[in-house]
């Protein structure tokens, strides 16, 4: 893991991919578009707090292994790092479900330039990484995920209209998105307790 120095003298870039493009819940000095290659958007973690409880988990965003992700950069004042980081950690890291790392980000300026940001990482090897799950599957735990930060439906809807505002368009949410909204939805199969779904 690359080491997060929260005293530097430097602002502090942070990558929001999820929530954070819509809540990001930290004063910040830019919100710009940025993009991440190496690592891409997926609804791949079981929510266990935010958005499930154990015994009914929701389903909510990582970063997840290969390929890019359209997001967003913020940059926080040096004076506030300690601060945000702090807070990111908190918000972030109540399971340990995802590695706190810094990788290079391209802000999508004109020039296009690059820095380093602090990012959220899935950890592939947490009993809370789901993989890649069927539609039917994320719609079971969408529906019945409920935690401290709401319904799981509501996180799925802010964040697809959030990567419509930035003019991105992320397939397989968006088709998540459509059956919350009831669109087609005669095309996906019940869930039933027996399904082989993780309780």
């Not at 958007?41 to 390929?67: F, I, K, N, Q, W």
Request: hydrophobic share 40%; charged share 20%.
């Amino acid at each position: 893991m690359d080491p997060i120095p929260e005293h530097a003298g430097e602002d502090l870039w942070v990558f929001g991919y999820g929530s954070l493009i819509w809540r990001p819940g930290f004063a910040y000095l830019e919100r710009l578009p940025a993009r991440l290659v190496g690592a891409h958007r997926a609804l791949c973690v079981y929510s266990h707090v935010h958005r499930g409880t154990p015994e009914r988990p929701g389903l909510v965003l990582g970063l997840d292994l290969g390929g890019a992700c359209r997001g967003i950069g913020y940059r926080v004042a040096a004076a506030a790092r300690a601060e945000t980081i702090a807070y990111l950690r908190s918000r972030e890291q109540v399971t340990r479900v995802y590695r706190e790392v810094v990788r290079t980000v391209t802000l999508l300026t004109s020039p296009a330039r690059q820095v380093r940001a602090l990012c959220y990482v899935v950890d592939r090897g947490h009993p809370q990484y789901a993989g890649r799950l069927d539609l039917a599957s994320q719609l079971h735990h969408v529906r019945q995920g409920h935690g401290h930060s709401g319904a799981n439906r509501d996180y799925v809807l802010a964040t697809v209209k959030a990567l419509e505002s930035m003019g991105c368009f992320d397939p397989d949410l968006h088709r998540l998105a459509e059956r919350l909204h009831g669109v087609h939805e005669a095309d996906v199969p019940l869930v039933t307790p027996h399904g082989g779904l993780p309780e």
